[in-house]
């Protein structure tokens, strides 16, 4: 079912499409190029930190984000796959990142962090798992500019698309118009140049891209084509 197609949903021209590369799958011994070389197609670097508890991988902190926000004018996304957002989300906004999103479960009341995060001047988004309903952060949604569905599972880049998350993606958007909300409906896992078209159909209107950007020898070039088939998918959406 597509977002055109779902009874009551809100038609996307509202949220333009934004491809946000996602540096877990660059090369991190010339992390400064690779995003410069990708920086000309895009407004956002999405950031992917973990904890090893969370997740049981560990990727970057702090120093790192320092680093790009130095290297860097793009909007950079911080996306929290940690235990204790509440300590350190306020960190990566300091440091400069402009968004962080977090998995609101770790926290006792998720809704007071999305309000001093807000205070500190940040946008604010929710990430939800593969096997967790939309009911999970519903309460929080009026409250955030942005709502990340997990199409794999987090921890590791490079995993294959699950398309069973993406009836999530209608299911927000349909919330979305009905609740006259502003938010950003993102994905992340596995999205490609085939795999993009099921969640924009869907009614996302951003897309977290690793491996098919920076496993592509044109970073710039792999950006745009994605946002192209976005664009495609859309209009084709549109005109039903």
Known sequence: MTAATVPGAAQPREYPVRIAPSILSADFADLGQEVAEVAPAVTTIHVDVMDGHYVPNITLGQPVVASLRAATDRELDCHLMITDPRTYAPQFLELGAESVTFHPEVEDDPLSLVHELHERGGQVGVAIKPAHPLAMVEELL??????????????????????EAVPKVAEAV????????????????????????????????????????????????AARELAEIAEQVRRGVLAR
């Open 142 to 163: 009026p409250h955030v500019d942005l709502l990340l569905v997990m199409t794999v599972e987090p921890g590791f880049g490079g995993q294959a698309f699950l398309p």
């Open 174 to 221: 349909v919330w979305r118009h009905r609740h006259g909300a502003h938010l950003r409906i993102q994905v992340d896992g596995g999205i490609s140049r085939e795999t993009i078209a099921q969640t924009v159909e869907a009614g996302a209107d951003t897309f977290v891209a690793g491996s098919a950007i920076f496993g592509r020898e044109d970073r710039a070039a």
